[in-house]
């Protein structure tokens, strides 16, 4: 429970962090924790930046190569948190996966507007293609889960089509390896 208390507090600190970014706020090494009523117990995050901070409170699974990785199964599947942010971006854009390996998106929009994470074959995703796994109509601070097995090769990606975010280069891209 408490991993998925960090968490929680982790995407509260990525939401401080895009809006600090999105009104122009330069937040490197600045001490974020004064003034934002942020709880206790979470100061040592501050300080190394305001993003890396927040990824690292227990929130996304280690991937491939990294120290711990366990890769997922449709029993258990990895964990990946994923932003949708008000400028239109996913954050990460780049996910890495092993090949065949389940994963669990945990996606959540972080401002004003909705969006929608497609998941699947590069090809399918670019065209918004009817079928194609996906979470729709995210509203503010909504959090939405797709589990997805990776299974082949790719190319897989993701993105968002609501009107004009595509355009604007909301998508991402999944490296498959091993
Ligand atoms: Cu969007």
Redesign the pocket.
């Known amino acids: 429970m408490t991993g998925r208390r960090l968490g929680i507090i982790g995407i509260a600190l990525t939401l401080a962090g895009v809006v600090l970014i999105g009104v122009g706020a330069t937040l490197e090494g600045s001490p974020v924790t004064g003034g934002l009523s942020l709880p206790n117990g979470i100061g040592m995050m501050g300080g190394t930046g305001m993003m890396g901070g927040a990824w690292g409170a227990g929130s996304t699974s280690p991937g491939p190569g990294e120290a711990g990785f366990v890769a997922g199964t449709p029993t258990a599947p990895r964990v990946v948190r994923v932003v949708?942010t008000p400028a239109?971006r996913f954050v990460p854009d780049t996910i890495r996966v092993q090949a065949g390996e389940t994963i669990s998106f945990d996606v959540t929009t972080m401002g004003p507007?909705?969006?929608?994470f497609m998941l699947g074959p590069a090809a399918d995703v670019a065209a918004d293609k009817d079928g194609t796994p996906e979470i729709a109509n995210l509203a503010m601070m909504q959090t939405a889960s797709l589990t997805y097995t990776f299974s082949g090769s790719g190319p897989f990606a993701y993105a968002?089509?609501?009107p004009g975010?595509?355009e604007a280069g909301?998508a991402g891209t999944i490296v498959v390896v091993g």
């Open positions: 949708a239109l507007a909705t969006h929608e968002c089509h609501a975010h595509y909301m």
